[in-house]
C-alpha cells in the first residue's frame, strides 16, 4: 500500500505541475432517458448515475475491448473484470445489474449465465448509462443497477467510417497477435435515415506478467483465442411529429478450441495456464440477435408516446468436460457433455409522457410493460435437459409522478405493479442429484407492489443534495434452483426458492459544481430479506442460496478541469456486504468475492497537448480485503493491485492514429475473481502489458 500511496502523490504532484493555464472548459448539463423513461437533466434525477459518451468510449476502446474491464475502469464500485467471456461474479454495488442495449433486456434472470456483458460490440455504441443501485422503473433483474448500452444513431449528412486496429505482447508476437476491423456507413434522405455497420474481432492469446500464458477458461468461456463478428443495423423514418424505428443487432463470439488449460495450484500460488491441444466438443460460444421496432409521437393527444417492441434470441455455449455432476450410468463411464443456454425474450414497452399536467407543476411518466422469458439448459452432447424448459410472463404497469412546483426542488414518486407467473412442465433432474429426481411442474405466480421515492434540492447554484429510496425486483436465478433439486416430492408450485427477490435501496448525496469543478459523493444501503448468493460446489459449477443480505458503501468521484488542457478524474468506491449463514434473522458471514466487488480507487489525467494531440493515463489501485466468517475468522484473503493504462491518440490529416498500452507497468497479480472465488483450474493471472494500434477514417 505504501508504493501505490507514493506512486498516487507523485502522480498527483505531476498533474497540478502540468495545470498553469487559465480554465477553459466548463461543465454542461447532461440528459439523460435510463433513469425515468424520458429525458431528464442529470441534475434533476435522484440517484447516483454514470454517462459514458461516445468520446470516453473510443478512449477505453483503444486500450481494451472488454466492456467489463472498460465499465470497471470508470466505475469503481462495479467489481474487476475476469477477463473473460463469462462475467459471473462482476457486481454493481454488491448485485447483478440489468444489461440493456436500447432498453431491451440482455440479462437472463431465469438461468444467469453470466454472458451478458458479452452482447453487442461496445463500437456499436454511442453512449452507456448507468443506474447505480436498485431501480424499479426497468423491473425485472435490476437489483444491482441499470446498465443500458445505446447504440450510435444514424448522421444527418451522408458519411462512412473505417477503423482497424492490432492487439499484441511482446512476449510472441505471432501467438498474441490479434486485430480487428470495423466499417459503417450512415446518413438522413429526405425522411429517411439509416446506419449500417459490421465489425469483425480475432483475439490471440495472453500473457501474464512473467511471461506465462494466461490459462484458458475451457468451461465457462475464454475472449482469448477467439473470433467476433457483429452486424448492426439501424434504419428510421420521421413525419410530422412522429418517428419509426428499427434496429437489428447480431452478435457472435466464438472460441477456436485450440487451447486446453493446464491446472495451477491455488494454494501453492501457482497460476493456470495453457498449452496448444485439440479441445472436445463444440467451441464456447454466445450467440445473440436483436430486433427492436420504436415510435414515438411528441403529439399524442397531449402527451409524448413512445411504443417499443423487441425480441431477443440468445445462445450461450459451454465447455465440456467429464465432470461428476454429468455422469449418468444408464449412459456409461466417464460421460463428456456440454451445455447451452437458451432464452427467447419478447416484450413490449409503452410510454406516455405529461408534462405540466393541467398547467400545474406535475410531471407524469406512466406506461406498461409486457415481457416474456422461455429459456433452457441442454446438454447438446446426450440431449438432456439439465434445466428444463421454463416460461415466464410478466405484465406491470407503472407511474412515475415528478414535482417541479418548488424553486430548486424536485420530488418524484413512483409505484410499479409487477405480475409474474412461471411456467414449468414435470421434469427429472440429472442422475448425479442423488440419482436423479422428480420434480412436479407448476405455474406459480408472484404479484409485488414496487414504490420509489426521491428529491433533489439545489441549495445553491453550487451545490445540490440528493436522495431516494427503491425497490427492485429480480427472479432467483431458477435455472440453477431448478436444477439443483436432490430431494425427493418437490413441487414447483410450492418450491420456496423461486419467490422473487425484493431489493431496498436507499442512497443520500452531495454535489458541488463550478465552472471547472465536480465532486460528488454518496452514501447507500441494499438490503434484501430473502436474498440471493452463489456458492460453488466441487466441480466450480455454482448452487443458489437464498438468504438474507445486507450491502451498505460510500461512492466519490470528482472531475477537475485542471487547464484549459487538463482534466483530472478521481473515482472511489468502498463496499461492505454480508449474509445471514446461521437463518437467525441476523447477517454475520462476510459476502465472498464472487457477490461483492473489492474497495478501490480509479484516478485518470487527460490533455490535450496540441488540437490534434491527446493523452490519457489512468490508474486503477484495487484494494486488500479479508472476508471474515460468523466467528470473525479470516476465510480468504484477497491481495489488491495497481495497474496503469494509457492511450495517445493522433488526429493526423489522413485519420486518427491511437497507441494505447494495457497494464503499462507490467503488474503482476492474480484476478480478483481467481483469488477470492477461484479454484485450481481457474487460479487465473491478470493479463500483462499488452499494446493496442488504431486506425480509424470518417470520409
Not at 455455449?317 to 437458451?342: K, L, R
Not at 443534495?465 to 436465478?477: I, P, T, V, Y
Not at 490533455?607 to 479479508?626: C, F, G, I, M, Y
Not at 495497481?642 to 492514429?657: E, K, M, P, V
Amino acid at each position: 500500500m505504501s508504493n501505490f500511496k507514493q506512486s498516487l502523490s507523485l502522480t498527483t504532484l505531476a498533474l497540478i505541475a502540468a495545470s498553469g493555464s487559465a480554465t477553459a472548459k466548463e461543465f454542461t448539463e447532461e440528459m439523460v432517458v435510463t433513469a425515468s423513461r424520458s429525458e431528464r437533466p442529470l441534475s434533476t434525477i435522484a440517484n447516483t448515475v454514470t454517462v459514458i459518451n461516445e468520446q470516453e468510449l473510443i478512449k477505453q476502446m483503444g486500450v481494451t475491448s472488454d466492456m467489463s474491464t472498460i465499465l470497471g475502469n470508470l466505475i469503481p464500485s462495479f467489481a474487476p473484470s475476469r477477463q473473460k467471456m463469462t462475467n459471473s461474479g462482476e457486481s454493481l454495488r454488491g448485485r447483478k445489474p440489468l444489461y440493456l442495449v436500447d432498453g431491451v433486456p440482455q440479462s437472463n434472470p431465469l438461468r444467469d449465465g453470466g454472458r451478458d456483458a458479452h452482447t453487442i460490440d461496445p463500437l456499436m455504441l454511442e453512449r452507456v448509462e448507468i443506474i447505480h443501485g436498485a431501480n424499479a422503473i426497468h423491473g425485472l433483474g435490476a437489483s444491482g443497477g441499470i446498465i443500458n448500452l445505446i447504440t450510435k444513431r444514424p448522421s444527418d449528412t451522408t458519411e462512412q467510417s473505417i477503423r482497424v486496429e492490432s492487439f499484441f505482447q511482446e512476449e510472441d508476437l505471432s501467438e498474441s497477435l490479434g486485430y480487428g476491423v470495423n466499417y459503417s456507413a450512415s446518413g438522413s434522405w429526405n425522411n429517411f435515415d439509416g446506419l449500417a455497420s459490421i465489425g469483425y474481432r480475432e483475439s490471440g492469446i495472453a500473457y501474464d506478467a512473467n511471461g506465462d500464458i494466461i490459462g484458458f477458461d475451457n468451461a465457462q468461456g475464454d475472449t482469448l483465442d477467439s473470433d467476433m463478428a457483429n452486424v448492426f443495423l439501424k434504419l428510421g423514418y420521421n413525419w410530422a411529429e412522429q418517428r419509426l424505428e428499427m434496429t437489428v443487432n447480431h452478435y457472435d463470439i466464438s472460441g477456436n478450441n485450440d487451447w486446453v488449460g493446464v491446472d495451477g495450484d491455488i494454494d501453492a500460488g501457482v497460476p493456470t495456464t495453457a498449452e496448444k491441444g485439440n479441445v472436445q466438443g463444440d467451441p464456447v460460444s454466445n450467440e445473440v440477435t436483436l430486433f427492436s421496432f420504436s415510435y414515438s409521437n411528441e403529439e399524442f393527444f397531449g402527451h409524448k408516446l413512445r411504443a417499443h417492441a423487441f425480441t431477443q434470441e440468445f445462445a450461450a455455449t459451454y465447455g465440456g468436460s467429464t465432470a461428476a455432476t454429468f455422469q449418468d450410468p444408464a449412459i456409461g463411464a466417464s460421460v463428456f457433455d456440454q451445455s447451452q443456454n437458451n432464452s427467447e425474450k419478447q416484450g413490449i414497452k409503452i410510454t406516455l409522457i405529461k408534462d405540466e399536467l393541467a398547467g400545474l407543476p406535475v410531471n407524469l411518466v406512466y406506461g406498461v410493460d409486457i415481457f416474456t422469458d422461455t429459456t433452457y439448459q441442454k446438454l447438446i452432447t446426450t440431449g438432456r435437459y439439465w434445466v428444463p424448459k421454463t416460461e415466464y410472463e410478466n405484465y406491470a404497469p407503472y407511474l412515475q409522478v415528478e414535482y417541479v412546483g418548488v424553486e430548486n426542488l424536485t420530488l418524484t414518486a413512483g409505484v410499479r405493479q409487477e405480475n409474474s407467473e412461471l411456467s414449468v412442465g414435470d421434469f427429472t433432474t440429472l442422475a448425479s442429484y442423488n440419482g436423479g429426481q422428480f420434480v412436479e411442474g407448476g405455474k406459480p405466480e408472484f404479484d409485488d407492489t414496487l414504490f420509489n421515492v426521491g428529491a433533489t434540492y439545489k441549495i445553491t447554484d453550487n451545490w445540490r443534495l440528493f436522495g431516494n429510496a427503491s425497490e427492485g425486483f429480480s427472479m432467483a436465478d431458477v435455472g440453477r434452483v431448478l436444477r439443483g433439486i436432490n430431494t425427493a416430492n418437490q413441487s414447483v408450485e410450492t418450491f420456496l426458492d423461486l419467490e422473487p427477490i425484493i431489493t431496498d435501496n436507499t442512497e443520500i448525496g452531495a454535489e458541488y459544481t463550478n465552472r471547472n469543478f465536480q465532486v460528488q459523493l454518496s452514501y447507500y444501503q441494499s438490503d434484501s430479506d430473502f436474498g440471493q448468493r452463489l456458492e460453488a460446489n466441487a466441480d466450480g459449477i455454482y448452487t443458489v442460496k437464498r438468504e438474507k443480505t445486507e450491502i451498505s458503501g460510500i461512492e466519490f468521484r470528482s472531475t477537475w478541469f485542471a487547464s484549459e488542457v487538463d482534466t483530472l478524474n478521481l473515482r472511489v468506491a468502498r463496499q461492505e456486504g454480508e449474509y445471514d449463514s446461521d437463518a437467525d434473522g441476523k447477517v454475520d458471514t462476510d459476502m465472498a468475492g464472487a457477490n461483492i466487488g473489492p474497495n478501490r480507487i480509479n484516478l485518470s489525467w487527460d490533455r490535450e497537448w496540441t488540437d490534434k494531440l491527446n493523452s490519457r493515463l489512468q490508474l486503477s489501485h484495487v484494494q486488500d480485503r479479508n472476508f471474515k466468517n460468523s466467528s470473525g475468522q479470516t476465510t480468504t484473503k484477497f491481495k489488491g493491485y495497481t495497474t496503469i493504462d494509457t492511450n495517445i491518440d493522433y488526429a493526423a490529416s489522413f485519420g486518427t492514429l491511437s497507441l494505447g498500452v494495457q497494464n503499462l507497468s507490467n503488474e503482476d497479480y492474480f484476478t480478483y475473481y481467481s483469488q477470492t472465488t477461484g479454484s485450481d483450474a481457474r487460479n487465473f493471472k491478470g493479463i500483462g502489458r499488452s499494446v493496442s494500434v488504431s486506425f480509424a477514417k470518417q470520409f
